[in-house]
């Protein structure tokens, strides 16, 4: 049986939103890989750091860019869920320093991808989906990773028109 996991990782606090910064209480990819499970049936996993960014808009980016300059693999509270062979992993992350999150990283490398179908999604605001989509080819050679979706943060609640037609695209 084919299982569905939409893992996501998000950032509630100060982000940029539209070209300002606003306080979001839920971050935008949440609310995307939301839209996503509830589009899907899949069940949701949360990627979440063991130390998490700061609220600080200009904080979180110091902390961000230095992870990413360091190619650090930040540590996760929960071990990944376990996939295999078929199983469809819609797999939402914002747009950082032109790729992913590093703690997004940390979770690829730990999980079984081979034979997996990869649906990458990327919050942003502007950046598409920067380098992220060949990130994850080569972070997961074995699986098959499927075209991902830009979604621009500041629109993701009218978003699950185009989440809907981007996950009947990708059906078996």
Known sequence: MVRTVVAFWSRAGENHVAGSIEWLEVGNTAVAAGIVADVTGGELHEIRQAEPYPDGYRDCVAAAVADFKAQARPALLDEPPALAPGDDLYLAYPCYCGTMPMA?????????????????????EGSG????????????????????????????????????RWVAESAR
């Open 129 to 164: 989906m920067g380098t992220s989509e060949a990130d994850v080819r080569r972070l997961c050679p074995e699986a098959e990773v499927l075209a991902g979706l830009p979604v621009t943060g500041h629109e993701v609640t009218e978003s699950r028109p185009v989440v809907e």
């Open 104 to 124: 997004v990283w940390t979770f690829l490398e730990s999980c079984a991808t081979s034979g997996v179908r990869i649906h990458p999604l990327c919050t942003n």
